[in-house]
Every structure is written in structure tokens, then in C-alpha cells.
């Protein structure tokens, strides 16, 4: 018989990876049409961050996500990153490439203040415009500044800038100190039917609830949430490297080390808690690894929910589910159904 | 006679098959991908303010097409294939390598063993992974040999010509059984625990004595793969100025690049790393692999030489997620506060450090979960073994113990009868609660995402 159950897991997870620093910078180049490069040397891995740092320089020099062309990963022409690790990319290298916007953005002010005779520090960079703050009716389009900056004032507008985040060294005898800038939060909620006869657990549903600071790109940080998700159903059920007495693994194929396919998936709701973050760009954190940290533990939670029993290794396989569920038959009183 | 018309009839139909067949047939080269010059961009990449809007990825529209070119849809003219030779046995003294036949066999350009890698170790933290083992045989998985072919099959079936005489060593498998001192030492002399954490807070034995329960659970988690879609591939190209361009999966480039520059002993300058577009990482891309064998391959033949792992390389040669035994005790009040944990974590490091220095700490500092607990005593530990080496993935230990901390947490309310919700939004950090290392946390939203995903999942709905 299938009994439903339900279970929580909430968790914490840092921004950055500790041991040592990790640094980031970045290169923001303005074109002489109001268009710029950034140049950064962090990899994409798939999860879109080069979206998310075009996303980050456009919004400090006032310009659109496709106005940006990123330039990334290559050691000879872009500036040094510690990596696509760490949930870091959307913080660290984010706060890098705001930096460097940043500065950037200063010499197009310096460049505009006389041509809107005011002073640079009374602009502001909006809809691909430098205009007067408060005054919008005042303004230069970016790309007439950017050209007036190269080309009259002799002054390109190109800014670096790095970052590392604030942190202070534990204590090795007893592991006080900041070990990571900040940290982010989130709750899943799971919800499975357990087959009482054969052990087998289907995830139905999951509800997530994560915080990523502001999210830069909504659409990216459900997409790391599901696939985190998909990651934390393998982990729970089903994924597990296996050796023999020899030391050699026996099922590194894909035929023998089960993965959860498309219709192993449950139906996921995502929900992005509000949330800003002063240290990160524009209130982010990052949300790429915590997606997959509470899944494996709200799913064992409803099995426990569902049939009572408290698997406490990974992977609970149906095997595994089985005999626990059995054990915890004989252990139980017999009874005749008084009906 | 009648034998004759038979064989005439076959071979009109078969005409007849061909012809249709030729309609049917797909051109055996893809023609030329064109891309219409117009490329309609999306609207939302067109708007300000940028962050905030859900900006599509510029690379998606390759990727829909399948048209990213990853490293593996590389080509460069004269470009060799490169195969690595595994040991396929855990631990083991390399008595002798003999590749002579190897290098004998047609379309073989050049044979590479572990002594001729000028500086054979290296590793993010301690540099203790050889690039291919010389001397010793650390875990089945290790490389001992590599090969550079003409084509790729030819490559493989070099590596069955190389002959590779071992003589075992006691291995040990078992985390805990590492541990011991009597144990068979992984990398002898050294000790099998090669790092460990400690966190402090309060006093946990007064925590104890105050509490009205105390629970006790033991957790475990399982290796597992990172499985992404592209496996580890590499392209290098020494050319005549003595630099070295490397198209690689890398997933950090800098740290890459040092690594090469240590492992080749050449200076960083000399060394150019490209990363392309990566089919995935999740943590199992951090770190050099083929790298300095693919660029020394080259240097030997002259010519682009590429590596591509296998699915079984991947599990085999790569690193893995830390399996972690957890033990946990913790002191509660009967209305569910907590007062006291104490945890200790066994990490099995697999043969390599790897970043197990990164993932023992965050396992450490998050194994009490997101709650105000004052008295605290966590203690990690992460061990040698001969297995495949553990290292980065998706959440560096946090998996781990947020499945240890959490399934814990739900025995504790199902003991106290407590609603599972109820408990963890009376023990959750607030904005400015202290962490288990004394720092002030701020922009704290734990207690959010529980009522959020409460809500929306209909927790504390009547179930039906």
C-alpha cells in the first residue's frame, strides 16, 4: 500500500569558501556608443553567471543586459578570479564587477559634468543615459559621453576593480572567528508516497523557499533551484559509488549508478524569500549549491513521515526502505484486525 | 534457369531499396551551420533597470540549437588523441613500466610515464596527488601511463601493449578503520588523518547537565559522482616559443594555470588556459587532471594533442562527495529548545586532500544546523583512504550534515511531540544571532523561508 508523507529540511550556507582568500576582479570597458565589455575570468559552467555579471555591470552604468558583452575564462586576457566555486560568483566576482563599473562610470561623470554643467557627483546613469539627478529632463545619452570621453577628452572609460570578502581567520583551538561574509537560507518542504509492500519512494512533490539576497535574474535562480533539487532526489534515493573488496568501484557507468531522470522528478514549486544583503551587488548573495543541500533531508524526513521508519544512510534505497520497514514489523506487537 | 531470375529479381529490388534509401539518407557531413544575420534579440535583455528582470542567457540560443561548441567538438589540424592507462589496483609499488611496445605499435607519436613529469605532485592544498603515479599507487583510479595516437582507438589499444609489474601493498578502505594506529598509512609516513576542525562555544558538558532529554543518532552518506553532461576534456598546443595554450574544462583557470606552471615548472606567462563554454561542473571541475600530461604529450609529438575522459574515468579519476559519518548528541529542553550538541564527523578523503581542507571546514561550522545553540562542541576529521579521492561538490559537506542535523531535529520533536515546523522556528537564527564561531549574521531569513515554504505547501492544513 502507498502511504503519503511529508517532511522539512531548512539549512545554511555560506557565500565564498574559507582556508583563504578569495578574490575576484573584473574589467569594465564603456564603447564608444554607450555598449561595454566586461571582461572577468570566471568560468560558465551552465549556470548563467555570465548573465548575472552583464546583469550587475549594465545596472551600475544605467545600460540593458544585452548593451554588455562578457568576456570571460581566458588567463591571458582576463583578469584573475578564484573560480566558479563556493556559490561565490554572483557575491564575489559580482562585487568585482560592480567595482570596476563603478569606476568606469566615474570618468564618463567626470567627462559629463561640463557638458551638463553641474557637478559629476549630482549625475546619474538610467536608461542608457547620464543625467542630472533629480532634473532626468537634463541628460546626455551614455553613448554621446562615452565618445566625447575617448575621443575629445582623450580619457577611455575602462574601470578594474577587485574584490575579497571581509572575513577573519578561526581560532584553531577553538574555531571562533568570520569565517564567510555571509550566508544564505532555505527551507524545503518534500512530500512522497512510500510503497509499504516494495520499499519504493516517489517524490510527488517539493516546495522550496530560498534566500539568494536579491535575486539578479529570477528566471536563473529557479533554474538552479530545480536542478539543485534534481542533484538532492539522486543523493536521497538513489546515487551511490559502490567498491569492491579490492577497492575498485563497481558500477562507474551509467547503466549501474542510478541517476534520477526527467520522471523521477517531482513536481517543484520555487519561491524566492525577499531578502537584501547591503555587503553583496545590489543586495545579492548566491544561490548555486544550497539548492541541493535540504532536498536528501526533507525527503527522508517524509519517508520517516509516511512509514514510520528513520533511515539514517544515504542512499535510501528501496532495499533499504524495505527491510526497515520489516524490522520494525517484527518488532511490533501482533495484532488481528477486529473487524 | 529459373535460379537466375531469382538473382535478377533480388537485385531490382534492392536497386529500387537503394534509391529510396538515397531520398531517405541524411548527408553523411553536417552541412555548414549558417546563422541567419538577423538575430532577434529578446526584449527583457533590452530593458533597464537590468537586475531584477529575467534576462535570457546569451549562450541559450546555441544551446537550444545545439550548436556550443565544446571542447570535444574541437579540432586542430595534425591533433593527436591522448588515453590514460589506470592502475586498477588500490595500492601498490610500481616495479616497472614497459612501454616499449606501446610505442612500437603504428600511429603511436609519443608514450609519457610519471618520472618524466618534471615536478609529479600536485593538489589545491597539500600537493599530494601525483599527475601520473611514478612510484606509488595511491587508488585504483590513478593514472600510470598516457599515450598519444593518430586516432583514438589506436590510443586505447596501446595502453593493453604497456606493461605495468606491481607489487601490493595492504590497502585500507574503511574511514574508521584508518584512523586507527595500527592502520596501513595511505601516504606512510604521514599520519591517515591529515586535517581536522575544531568549534567551541559555551561549555557542553553544563549544557548536558542542564538539559531536561538528550538525543543521540549516528549518520551516514554514500560517495557519489557529479555526473555533469560534458566530461573532463582538454586540448594542448605547445608551439615553437615554448608557450603552451590549454583549452580546458577547468572550472577556476587561475588556480589551473599555477598548478600547470608548478607541474611543468614553467613560468605563469608562459602558460595560456582557456576555458570554453563547460557542460557542468558542480564542484568536479576544480582542479587540474590531464592537463600537464596532454601539454607534455605535445611537447613530445610537436603537434595539438587532446584528452577526453570517459563516463568510467569520470566516477574512476575524478573527485567524488566526502562520505561522512556523523555523530551527533544534543541537549533539549521539554519545550524543544536546544541547549547543547556535540558532533563529530569522519570525512573519508579518498586518496587525495583534494579540497577536503574546504569541505571538513564548512561541514564543521554548519553541522549544528541554522539554530541558536550555546553550548557547542563540533569536531571534524578527514581521512586517507584508499579509494577514489573526495573533494568539491554542490555544498562541500553541507548535504552531509544538513541530512544528519535535520533528520535528528525531526526525531527530537517526534519524541517530544513537537510539530517539526514548530521546533525549528523556536530554534532558528534571528537577524544578529551568533554563529557557531561567534560571527553576527546578518540578513538572516531562515525563519522566512520555513513560513514561506509552510505556506505554500499547506503545512499546518487539516491532511486529508
Redesign the interface.
Known sequence: MKRRG?????????IG???AANPSAAVVKVNEDGTATLLT?T????Q?S??IL???A??EL?????DVH?V?????STP???????SRTTYVTGNAVRLAAAKAKAILFEVAAPMLRVKPDQLEA???KIQVKGYPQRYLPIGEVANHAQVVMGEPPIGAASFNPATVA?D?????????S??V?????A?VDVDDETGEVDVI?I?????C????????VEGQIEG?IS??V??ALQ???L?DA????I????TN?I?PTSLDMPEI?V?I???????GP?GA?GV???T???????I??AI?NAVGV?I????ATAEKVLAAIKAKRAQEPKRIAAR | MARKTKVAEKKVSLDAWRETDETLRLPAITPPVTYPIETL?PE????????????????GRLHGLGQTRYIDDLAFPGMLYAKIKRA????ARIKSIDTREAEALPGVMAVLTGREIPVNSFGP?LKDQPVLADDLVF???DGVAAVAAVTEQIALDALDKIKVEYEPLP?V?DPVEAMKDDAPKVHAPNSNIYAT?????GDIEKGFAASDHIFE?????????H?PLEPHASIAMWDPNGRVSIYST??????G?ADIARTLKLPINR?????????????G??EITQEPVLALLSKKTGLPVKGTFT??E???ATT??HPIIMEYKTGVMKDGRIIARKVRLVLDGGAYCSWS??TL??A???AA??YNIDNLH?EAFVVYT???MTG?M???G??QV??A???HM??IA?ALNID??DI?LLN??EEGSP?????V??????K???R???E??G?KEPRS
Not at chain 1, 579490492?246 to 568501484?249: E, I, K, L, M, V
Not at chain 1, 558500477?251 to 551509467?254: D, G, K, R, S
Not at chain 2, 554563529?435 to 560571527?439: C, E, H, I, V
Request: a positive charge; aromatic letters at 8%.
Open positions: 511529508r517532511g522539512i529540511a531548512c539549512m545554511w550556507y555560506p569558501f574559507t582556508v575570468g568560468v560558465e559552467t551552465g548563467g555570465l548573465t552583464g546583469q550587475i549594465a545596472e544605467g545600460i540593458a543586459t544585452d562578457v570571460s575564462a581566458d588567463t591571458d584573475m578570479d578564484t573560480g566558479a566555486i563556493a538610467r536608461d542608457r578561526l584553531p583551538e577553538t574555531g571562533q572567528g568570520k569565517p564567510f555571509t550566508y537560507y532555505a527551507t524545503q518542504i512530500e512533490r516546495v522550496a523557499a530560498h534566500d539576497g536579491t535575486a539578479i535574474n529570477p528566471m536563473l539543485g542533484m538532492g539522486g543523493f546515487e551511490e559509488i567498491f579490492a577497492g575498485r568501484q558500477n562507474p557507468n551509467l549508478y541517476m514549486e519561491n524569500v525577499k531578502s537584501y544583503d547591503e555587503t545590489f548573495k548555486g549549491e544550497p541541493a543541500v535540504p532536498t536528501a533531508a526533507a527522508l524526513n520517516h528513520r539514517t544512510s544515504l542512499p | 534579440v527583457v535583455r533590452q530593458q533597464t533597470p537590468a537586475v531584477g528582470q529575467r534576462a535570457t542567457r546569451p549562450d586498477g589496483i588500490a595500492a592544498s587508488h585504483a583510479g590497502a578502505f576542525k575544531l568549534i567551541k562555544k543518532g549516528t549518520f551516514r552518506t554514500q560517495m557519489v559522482e555526473v577547468l572550472g577556476r583557470i587561475t588556480l594555470r602558460i595560456r588556459v582557456v576555458a570554453t563554454i563547460v557542460g557542468g561542473n558542480f564542484g571541475k576544480n563516463r568510467t569520470e566516477f574512476i567524488t562527495r581542507e574546504t571546514g564548512k564543521c561550522i554548519l544546523g541554522p563540533a584508499n579509494k577514489t568539491a554542490r555544498g562541500f553541507a548535504p544538513c541530512f542535523y535535520e533528520s525531526d526525531d517526534a517539526p515546523l525549528r532558528a537564527f554563529s557557531p564561531t561567534g560571527q549574521l546578518h540578513s538572516v531569513v531562515v522566512d523561508t520555513l514561506t515554504a509552510a505554500r505547501f503545512w
